[in-house]
T-cell receptor
Framework: NAGVTQTPKFRVLKTGQSMTLLCAQD?????MYWYRQDPGMGLRLIHYSVGEGTTAKGEVPDGYNVSRLKKQNFLLGLESAAPSQTSVYFCASSSLRAEQFFGPGTRLTVL | AQKITQTQPGMFVQEKEAVTLDCTYD???????LFWYKQPSSGEMIFLIYQGSYDQQNATEGRYSLNFQKARKSANLVISASQLGDSAMYFC??????????????FGQGTTLQVKP
């Protein structure tokens, strides 16, 4: 089992460019999450999904969109990247009331 | 409002000694869960231990134990016999009943632990 994987691992964007981060899990989890990690701020929830075809906003959703067309995949999109979106992005998945399993993270720099 | 506070940005411990990482939480939910995660310098998030608010005993997982004091709203992580590989950032997180059907977690700011040889 690969667990939770994220693509890409690193990316540099210019302001205004768009990109999609892909998260995949092979544990048949219903719940998936996207977080961003910034120094001194812990992890903050961007968007989450409680099942295939459903998405919801988290704590810091502005500037991001998500889609969950397949149960195993959760995509995070940046339509027009801004320097404030420079961060490390983590995807996680879980079954209800269990611990979350995290992917390795994506380091994104927006110039 | 739900909140997790970790007041120690950084800590040092001598190898083979025990160390306590502090975590306090704020919630009005009668039912909640508390988690600790480890993030080594390689960046991955590793689940360590879980404590439910109604659990009668403090959780333990190998060298990790959770000192849960419900009245004080604290859930401190105790690492016994520290090893060099314990050097990492540690995050406390909470899931309240308000998010029991979504599984959402709230994280603290983290504590960086350095183990000295």
């Amino acid at each position: 089992n690969a667990g939770v994987t994220q693509t890409p691992k690193f990316r540099v964007l210019k302001t205004g460019q768009s990109m999609t981060l892909l998260c995949a899990q092979d544990m048949n989890h219903e719940y998936m999450y996207w977080y961003r990690q910034d120094p001194g701020m812990g992890l903050r929830l961007i968007h989450y999904s409680v099942g295939e075809g459903t998405t919801a906003k988290g704590e810091v959703p502005d500037g991001y969109n998500v889609s969950r067309l397949k149960k195993q995949n959760f995509l995070l999109g940046l339509e027009s990247a801004a320097p404030s979106q420079t961060s490390v992005y983590f995807c996680a998945s879980s079954s209800l009331r269990a611990e979350q399993f995290f992917g390795p993270g994506t380091r994104l720099t927006v110039l | 409002a739900q909140k997790i506070t970790q007041t120690q940005p950084g800590m040092f411990v001598q190898e083979k000694e025990a160390v306590t990482l502090d975590c306090t939480y704020d919630t009005s939910d009668p039912s909640y869960g508390l988690f600790w995660y480890k993030q080594p310098s390689s960046g991955e998030m590793i689940f360590l231990i879980y404590q439910g608010s109604y659990d009668q005993q403090n959780a333990t997982e190998g060298r990790y134990s959770l000192n849960f004091q419900k009245a004080r709203k604290s859930a401190n992580l105790v690492i016994s016999a520290s090893q060099l590989g314990d050097s990492a950032m540690y995050f406390c997180a909470m899931r309240g009943r308000w998010s029991s059907n979504t599984g959402k977690l709230i994280f603290g700011q983290g504590t960086t632990l350095q183990v000295k040889p």
